[in-house]
């Protein structure tokens, strides 16, 4: 059977780093059909929508979306609807894909990028798992409007809207009770149930959830204090489930105590497994076209979609035990390059890993 892969390459660093990634995939002699579309700025640029009707039809048609990243400063003043952060906001609505998965590995030949001490973050291998549709990213209503009671009455004011609906909890929590499952059966909740009322139904439906699996230990800590324990002992956490928005965060914060974005990937999957897979990072515009980006993160997440989109668990294997070789010879991107190691482009660890995989 033929698998439909959209490959989405979006702004900056986007283009050069998902070349590589579609280069690995399509080494692999699997029946892949790899289709491109234009997203984000580079779509509003060429189709003056960030999320173009057809870019969107290819992603509701495909089995996985290899996606770059998105956005530009010079798209800052745009409308909200035209930025290009909408984009990637549409696609995970429009194609429900709830369960994001950020992977925070700290990989040993990496040590010492980490701005923590060695013995904080050796072996450091997290995974948090965000809820991705739902919270105060999208509740309604929100926008500008009049102060109608109160001191600040006649004023105008910003607002948004928390919430969470029992079935967006309860199927959040499965993935991740059963992500669990595979690793330490530990598993910790994050919310701010001592403030928020969104947070408390939050945690008392994960309480309910938990009754599903015995073997899976329940731990619930407030986001302040996750934000804090994170920095002060990470490897105390193994599986994270949290909302969208603290997810957002705290996943940035975790993924930078490896001391290496350029390296994890991520998953974004719906009910069906379908899934859209990018890198953690952004589209850091001021190193795009140099070919000096790291294709790490982007080739490890075509690593996912083999494992979670396409049922190729041996295939994805394939490619992370290809990584791991290519930074055993030492060669580095400038974003994790040191002393004694090799300096290689985005295309010669393209280039590499392609060997690897032989
Ligand atoms: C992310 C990004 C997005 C988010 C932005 C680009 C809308 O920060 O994927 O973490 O906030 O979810
Ligand atoms: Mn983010």
Redesign the pocket.
């Known amino acids: 059977m033929t698998h439909k892969i959209a490959v989405l390459p979006g702004d900056g660093i986007g283009p050069e780093i998902t070349e590589q990634a579609a280069r690995v995939l399509g080494a692999l002699g699997l029946d892949l059909a790899m289709e491109t579309a234009p997203v984000g700025g580079a779509a509003y640029d060429a189709h003056g929508h960030p999320l173009p009707a057809a870019t969107l039809d290819l992603a509701k048609n495909s089995s996985a979306i290899l996606f770059g990243a998105?956005?530009d400063w010079k798209y800052d003043s745009l409308p909200r609807q035209f930025r290009p952060?909408q984009a990637?906001?549409g696609l995970r609505k429009a194609l429900g894909l709830f369960a994001n998965l950020r992977p925070a590995i700290l990989y040993p030949q990496l040590a010492n990028a980490s701005s923590l001490k060695p013995e904080v973050v050796s072996g450091l291998d997290i995974l948090i798992v965000r809820e991705l549709t739902g919270d105060i990213?999208f509740g309604q209503p929100r926008g500008v409007r009049e102060v109608e009671e109160g001191s600040f009455k006649g004023e105008k004011q910003g607002f948004d809207t928390m919430h969470y609906a029992e079935s967006e909890v309860r199927r959040i929590g499965h993935v991740a009770f059963q992500a669990a499952q595979k690793r330490s059966k530990r598993l910790c909740s994050v919310d701010k149930a001592n403030v928020l009322e969104t947070s408390q139904f939050w945690r008392d439906i994960m309480v309910d959830v938990a009754r599903e699996y015995p073997d899976v230990e329940l731990s619930h800590m407030y986001v302040d204090n996750a934000a804090m324990q994170l920095v002060r002992a990470p490897k105390e956490f193994d599986v994270i489930v949290t909302g969208n928005l603290f997810g957002?965060i705290l996943?940035?914060e975790a993924a930078m105590l490896t001391g290496s974005i350029g390296m994890l990937p991520s998953a974004s999957l719906n009910a069906s497994n379908q899934g859209l897979y990018e890198p953690s990072h952004g589209s850091a515009p001021d190193i795009a076209g140099k070919n000096i980006a790291n294709p790490l993160a982007t080739i490890l997440s075509a690593a996912m979609l083999l494992r979670y989109s396409l049922n190729e668990a041996a295939q994805a294997d394939r490619i992370e035990r290809a990584v791991q070789a290519v930074l055993e010879q030492g060669l580095r991107t400038a974003d994790i390059h040191e002393a004694g190691t090799e300096k290689v482009s985005t295309s010669q660890m393209g280039d590499a890993v392609l060997k690897a995989l032989k």
């Open positions: 998105v956005g952060e990637i906001l990213y957002d996943s940035d």
